[in-house]
């Protein structure tokens, strides 16, 4: 049996029996193989780790540890990279309704952050996305030392040498092609 990925709903819990038990509460959750799928800027390779949930007096309080993969480009030479991303969940998330009289709760529309939705549902991939984001660098890079593109014919300055005719020279910087620096008297 292969073991296939499985898609980002894994990252939605059913959360109304904890929300029933007394603050103190917790439940754990493994997470393995789980994908998110790609958008135009982010893709990632599975996502591994545990969280827990913790009932407080409000809500929940999810914490956690995530490892995944960043796939992107180097910004100095523009081949693949692949980069690990330790991601860290510390958020409380707030229910809608009122569980045992199943009342709308007042809601905060300017907070930020997690809801329980009217069904008890938690959805955390927006949370972990957002964790990816604050976790990738900024300007990836395939190695520290990576030298880039020639600026003359674009290919790798880190594979084999190449070199460039003079007839490359700008025309208006001919006239120097003839210029000598006397190293004698630049010295005296």
């Given amino acids: 049996m292969v073991d296939r ?24 959750h493994l997470i393995a193989g789980v994908t998110l799928p790609p ?15 913790l009932r407080t007096n ?12 960043l796939v992107s480009e180097c910004v100095r030479c523009l081949t693949p990279v692949e980069i690990p991303l330790s991601l860290t969940i510390d958020e409380e998330a707030l229910p809608t309704i009122d569980l045992p009289s199943g009342k709308l709760l007042a809601t905060d529309p300017d907070r930020e952050g997690l809801w329980i939705d009217e ?52 025309p208006r910087l001919a006239a120097l092609r003839g210029f000598v620096v006397d190293a004698e008297a630049e010295t005296e």
């Fill in 119 to 170: 069904h008890h549902e938690l959805d955390l991939e927006r949370t972990v996305r957002e964790a990816i984001s604050l976790a990738e660098p900024l300007a990836p890079v395939c190695r520290v030392d990576c030298p880039g593109l020639c600026t003359m014919c674009g290919a790798p300055l880190a594979g084999p040498r190449h070199d460039h005719p003079d007839d490359d020279l700008d």
């Fill in 39 to 53: 958008t135009d800027d982010v893709r990632v390779a599975p996502l591994d780790g545990r969280l827990r949930m």
């Fill in 5 to 28: 990925p499985r898609p980002a709903a894994a990252l939605s819990y059913h959360v109304g029996g904890l929300l029933a038990e007394p603050a103190g509460a917790t439940r754990d």
């Fill in 58 to 69: 409000r809500g929940l309080l999810v914490t956690g540890a995530l490892t995944t993969t």
